[in-house]
């Protein structure tokens, strides 16, 4: 149950980071973030269809922007039970921050290999305006996710000793 708590936790702390880290890009820079809606349109249509030429174009499913926000904190949260089970819950009594900020990196390629390609944006957002800096916004997102599993577990070891 512990890793199951600290998991849920963990992800859901270190996803609204990452969405934190957008607000703050959208306010003091005008740097516009994922529009979730169109991960659940995605989704959505995934049983019929996972590559799309671009996913904007694909017809609207209903509730797509839920859906989309719900996958976004439920990917956090397996990503964070992914990190506890590779570096096991003891390492989530005494975090340190090296694994969370490795793991935060490497999850870069879940939107670089899938995602993104699914959506019609190509492998690592090759079919965007600007790949390289879709590419370092990606990477720099994943790193705040990355911090944020270590910050939240810093916050859980002491409120959830052992």
Known sequence: MEFVV???LMGMAATALID?????LRRIFG??????ALVGRWLGHMPARFFH???????RIRGERLVGWGAHYAI??????MLLGACGIDWARRPSPGPALAFGILTVAAPFLVMQPGMGFG??????????IARLRSLA?????????YASALVLARLMPH
């Open 123 to 132: 492998i690592a957002a090759s079919k965007t305006p600007k790949p390289g």
């Open 141 to 149: 997102t994943h790193a705040t996710f990355g911090l944020g599993l």
């Open 6 to 8: 600290r998991a849920v």
């Open 53 to 59: 030429a671009g996913i904007a174009a694909a017809p």
């Open 20 to 24: 934190i880290w957008a607000l703050g």
């Open 76 to 81: 956090g949260v397996l990503f964070a039970a």
């Open 31 to 36: 740097v516009a973030s994922l529009d979730y």
